[in-house]
Every structure is written in structure tokens, then in C-alpha cells.
């Protein structure tokens, strides 16, 4: 395991396999994917959203 120099732990893939198990991080990588695939989906629907609107409104294509 790396430590800063206050010796504090470092958060890395050393960490993860000293203190998870292999499933344990598989999991967690999922749940990460998962919650990134999420975002992205709200982001191009907010920007589909705001193309509607500002055609809508006048035609403001800045948006």
C-alpha cells in the first residue's frame, strides 16, 4: 500500500486488493458503470431537451 507523506493511505489497486475481494471489486466497477451510463443518459437528454426549447423559443442555438 502507498502513503502520502502525512501517511495517510492511498487509494489505489493495491488498496483494493489488500482490503476487497476480487467479487467485491467486480461489483463495485458495475455499480460505477452503471451510474456513469446513467449520467450520460440525463446529459443528452437535458441537451435534446434544450435544442427543443430554444427551437421552440425563437431558435436560440446557443444553448
Not at 20 to 31: L, V
Not at 32 to 41: D, N, P, R, S, Y
Not at 50 to 57: F, G, L, N, Q
Amino acid at each position: 500500500m502507498n502513503y502520502t507523506k502525512g501517511g495517510f493511505p492511498i487509494w489505489d489497486d493495491d488498496f483494493d486488493k489488500e482490503f476487497y475481494t476480487p467479487e467485491e471489486i467486480a461489483e463495485s466497477n458495475c455499480r460505477v458503470a452503471l451510474i456513469k451510463g446513467e449520467v450520460h443518459a440525463r446529459q443528452r437528454n437535458k441537451s435534446v431537451i434544450r435544442k427543443s426549447v430554444a427551437t421552440e423559443k425563437g431558435g436560440f442555438s446557443d444553448l
